[in-house]
């Protein structure tokens, strides 16, 4: 079973997912489709509002906001890890929930990264924005930091997240139940 999802002039062939006996999912895969990764990432700086910095959840996020950043002109953005590395110094974490990722996880900052936001306009940008738990935590680590959160942007909203006023995206994606059907 798949979705055939529309965005950013692409169309692409989704694999429905099961989680469990009620809930499917579409997934959205954006890693090693450079040309959807182009189109997202220009069409999302189209809508973006100002800002000085972006911030992205590891991992499926990278290469669109790797992307951003090169067609933006830009030579930094930020990513939050879901682990903390040697490299990485005065981390700070907050727990997250996600529904891909079974059980609670926790995303770090790096505060050598938090002290260049302090004080300026942050956007935060995702692949697919479902509960909105990833989004919510990586807002509370670039609040703590000192950033001024202008924006959260994703390519896909998905299941009530498409309802929201408070994201930006640039297409809906249905949930399902178990037997592939979309959810009302």
Not at 64 to 86: P, S, T
Not at 142 to 147: D, F, I, L, N, Y
């Amino acid at each position: 079973m798949t979705y055939t999802l529309n965005v950013a002039g692409l169309t692409r062939e989704l694999p429905l997912c099961k989680l469990n006996d009620d809930l499917s999912i579409a997934a959205f895969v954006i890693f090693g489709d450079v040309e959807l990764t182009c189109q997202c990432a220009r069409a999302l700086l189209e809508i973006a509002p100002e800002y000085d910095y972006m911030v992205a959840p590891e991992a499926k996020a990278i290469p669109l906001i790797h992307e951003m950043a090169k067609q933006a002109g830009r030579n930094d953005y930020f990513l939050v890890r879901k682990k903390a590395k040697a490299y990485m110094r005065n981390v700070f974490k907050v727990e997250d929930h996600s529904i891909t990722t079974e059980g609670t996880q926790y995303l770090y900052m790096d505060g050598d990264d938090a002290a260049k936001m302090r004080g300026k306009k942050v956007i935060i940008i995702d692949d697919v924005i479902s509960t909105g738990g990833s989004i919510a935590a990586v807002e509370e680590l670039v609040r703590t930091a000192g950033g001024i959160v202008t924006g959260r942007l994703a390519v896909l909203a998905e299941g009530d997240a498409a309802k929201r006023d408070d994201i930006t995206f640039l297409a809906p994606l249905p949930l399902f139940d178990g037997q592939g059907n979309p959810k009302k």
